[in-house]
């Protein structure tokens, strides 16, 4: 008892930590969503701002690109995973390092790297301009956002689902095979249930970024397309509303939690099933 009395004690730097960077945040988050701006006292009418037709719209267009992105690399993921789980160890751990090496560099100067291919003069149109073929007006757009996300999003999509992959037991797959089942039988009966968990892990990993982004955005979207992020990032640091922006910030992490249980019980429920 003595001895786990004082392994507890090694865990205080992480408490330290914890209460200064995630503990007072929130506590101040909450503050500000329920204080006036101008008198300090409790008020609930940040919120009735937070619901205007601008911020709703921002809301909705950032769960739609979040949601087709999301998409989009559980559609690219889960077929390279596979690839990969079927691999020779060494191969397949050299391939998943080439995955995860991008994430070593920073977030802004990947996502500049695809402002410079994708704008009006950038290598993509240089490229087919060589060729003779009309140019593309990919930055700017929905689309280009989009693409920003499934690039630096796809690694979290790709690992959970691989390790999920790498941990299926091949006998089950086999004894489906021997009793008559064909590859796409085995696959939506066998491989795809049990990998639920790591496609769920997968689409929280990938999803909730992609929400509250803000950078890729504002780099991709040249500011023309504003975001729930972008909203929340104005409402500090030009309007230097801090209660408003907390209000939002308080309403679209709720949201958030509220979808991490749900992901949380329907992997369950999914698990208990099979």
């Not at 049990?194 to 689409?203: D, K």
Request: hydrophobic share 55%; glycine share 6%; with cysteine.
């Amino acid at each position: 008892m003595k001895k786990n009395a004082e392994l507890k004690w090694l865990a205080a730097p992480y408490g330290v930590w914890a209460a200064g960077f995630i503990i007072i945040p929130l506590l101040m988050i909450f503050y500000y969503a329920f204080t006036n701006q101008e008198t300090g006292a409790f008020t609930f009418a940040n919120f009735s701002e937070v619901f205007t037709a601008s911020t709703m719209k921002a809301f909705f267009l950032a769960f739609g690109l979040a949601l087709l992105s999301t998409l989009i690399c559980l559609v690219l993921a889960y077929p390279l995973a596979m690839i990969l789980s079927k691999m020779h160890v060494s191969r397949s751990s050299f391939i998943v390092f080439l995955f995860i090496l991008p994430m070593w560099m920073n977030f802004l100067l990947r996502t500049f790297a695809w402002q410079t291919l994708l704008e009006k003069n950038g290598v993509i149109n240089t490229v087919l301009g060589f060729f003779h073929l009309p140019a593309q007006s990919i930055i700017n757009t929905p689309g280009a956002i989009i693409l920003g996300m499934v690039y630096n999003f796809l690694p979290f999509m790709i690992l959970p689902i691989y390790n999920s992959l790498s941990k299926l037991d091949r006998e089950l797959i086999n004894a489906a095979r021997d009793l008559g089942a064909n590859n796409v039988q085995t696959f939506m009966n066998v491989t795809l249930p049990l990998t639920v968990p790591g496609i769920l892990s997968g689409i929280t990993m990938v999803f909730i970024p992609a929400l509250t982004t803000f950078v890729i955005s504002d780099l991709l979207g040249g500011g023309k397309i504003l975001l729930i992020g972008n909203m929340i990032e104005q409402e500090f640091k030009q309007l230097n509303n801090w209660n408003v922006g907390s209000a939002m910030s308080m309403l679209l992490m709720i949201f958030l939690v509220i979808s991490m249980i749900i992901s949380a019980k329907t992997d369950t429920d999914a698990g208990a099933a099979f």
